[in-house]
């Protein structure tokens, strides 16, 4: 039996099916249902394992669980209640699901109720907080409440929001059993306005404002483009100018350390553009600035990149080098594309292996007759429009 780390949705959703929360659904892949798990390789059963490798269960072919261990890992895994356990410890109390933080007035419509059990819907894609932010939000809320209490449930949205919202209200019912459920009536209305200090403190850390979340640059076009003139123009500015931690991850120099050893096959760059995006969502996750500058030519990499970034709270900002074809050959500055053409190098970008054009970069600079600091010019400008840096140009 082949062993599988689910996505983070379906792990969210494993962990439900085998607590009792999607009561009386306790399997995958139930015709209708939004709970899926997808096998890779047209493989029908599995054992499923978290992230770093504990197996959590084993999945048969028509979807049913045999549950193995619970899953240990994360914040606030003391929170993360079965429902019965939920109805055993808080039974009496009102049940109220909570997606986002909660304002002033959220708390106001609280006070009388008595007794209250937050229900965190803390799941993969669920709030616009992180989970642990919604967590630790929502804990802040129950302090500022007489008698309160928090339970974590991670609920992940399926992309779906009708299905969502129907299966969001069967799970809190499960919680409640018998108990009454109390549903916000504007949840989040008061938002932004009407916080209490304490949790406005909390989502102010998990949203920072542009200028201070992590940020991954990442130049792409081909060889020879200007990608790594950009860049490091860029990096000089931003050390000059001070204020942000900076690391370079540069295509050529990616491939003598980390990369070492992998060809310019599909699959090798797409090894290594993953590395790259690995390393830089990290960069990200602690607030400083990743300049990528490989070539990274598959458009599917690239998102997948990106998905990592914004995983790990970090803006993704994709600058397309589009100096033609015809540009880069004509500098040819290491000599490379004339190789190419004689068939020294096989599997070259842009002569015997494919570039897939950015669709929707967050900008596009051909640098073909202009100066260096003339092109960098275009990525400030958009740097400075969205909002993450703001760098004075060398021209002016
Ligand atoms: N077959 C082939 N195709 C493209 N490029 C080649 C190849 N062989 C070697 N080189 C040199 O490697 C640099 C590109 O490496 P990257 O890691 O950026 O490429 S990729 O993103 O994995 O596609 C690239 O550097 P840059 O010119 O800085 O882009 C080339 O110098
Ligand atoms: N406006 C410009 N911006 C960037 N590079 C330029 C520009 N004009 C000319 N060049 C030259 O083009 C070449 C680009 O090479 P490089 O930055 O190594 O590209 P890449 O990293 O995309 O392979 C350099 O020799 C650079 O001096």
Not at 21 to 43: C, I, K, M, Q, W
Not at 135 to 156: E, F, I, N, Q, S
Not at 323 to 337: Q, V
Request: proline content about 7%; hydrophobic content about 40%; charged content about 25%.
């Amino acid at each position: 039996m082949i062993q599988h780390c689910p996505t983070p949705t379906e792990l969210d959703d494993l962990e439900l099916l085998v607590s009792g929360a999607y009561a009386p659904l306790t399997r995958f892949n139930e015709p209708g249902s939004v709970v899926t798990l997808d096998l890779p390789d047209g493989a029908t059963e599995a054992e499923l394992v978290d992230p770093e490798g504990l197996p959590l269960a084993r999945v048969a072919a028509d979807g049913s669980l045999e549950p193995l261990t619970h899953a240990q890992y994360g914040p606030f895994r003391r929170l993360h209640l079965t429902p019965a356990q939920a109805r055993e410890q808080h039974a009496g109390a009102t049940f109220v699901p909570v997606v986002d933080a909660l304002s002033e007035a959220d708390l106001e419509e609280l006070r009388g109720l008595g007794r209250v059990v937050f229900v965190a819907l803390m799941g993969t894609g669920t709030s616009s907080l992180s989970p642990v932010a919604l967590v630790r939000a929502t804990l802040a809320a129950a302090d500022l409440l007489d008698k309160a209490a928090v339970v974590a449930v991670p609920l992940p949205a399926h992309g779906d929001a009708e299905a969502d919202h129907a299966l969001g209200a069967q799970v809190v019912r499960t919680y409640a059993g018998d108990d009454p459920v109390h549903a916000l009536t504007d949840p989040s209305a008061g938002r932004a306005q009407d916080l209490p200090a304490a949790i406005a403190a909390i989502v102010d850390e998990d949203q920072p404002a542009p200028e201070e979340q992590g940020l991954v640059l990442f130049f792409t076009g081909l060889s020879g483009s200007g990608k790594s003139t950009l860049a490091r123009a860029l990096m000089d500015l931003l050390l000059e100018q001070g204020g942000r931690t900076v690391t370079s991850l540069d295509g050529d120099v990616v491939r003598r350390h980390l990369s070492a050893g992998l060809t310019f096959s599909k699959a090798d760059r797409e090894t290594n553009i993953r590395r790259i995006g690995w390393v830089a969502a990290e960069i990200a996750r602690h607030g400083g600035v990743a300049v990528c500058s490989p070539i990274a030519p598959f458009a599917e990499t690239r998102e997948q990149v990106q998905a990592m970034v914004e995983a790990a709270g970090g803006a993704f900002f994709l600058v397309h080098v589009a100096t033609p074809l015809e540009e880069c050959e004509r500098r040819d500055r290491k000599g490379l594309y004339a190789k190419a053409r004689a068939g020294e190098i096989p599997e070259f970008t842009g002569i015997s292996s494919p570039y897939e054009e950015p669709v929707d970069p967050a900008v596009r600079v051909d640098t073909t007759g202009r100066t260096i600091e003339d092109a960098l010019d275009d990525v400030l400008v958009a740097l400075d429009e969205a909002g993450y840096l703001h760098l004075r140009g060398t021209d002016g």
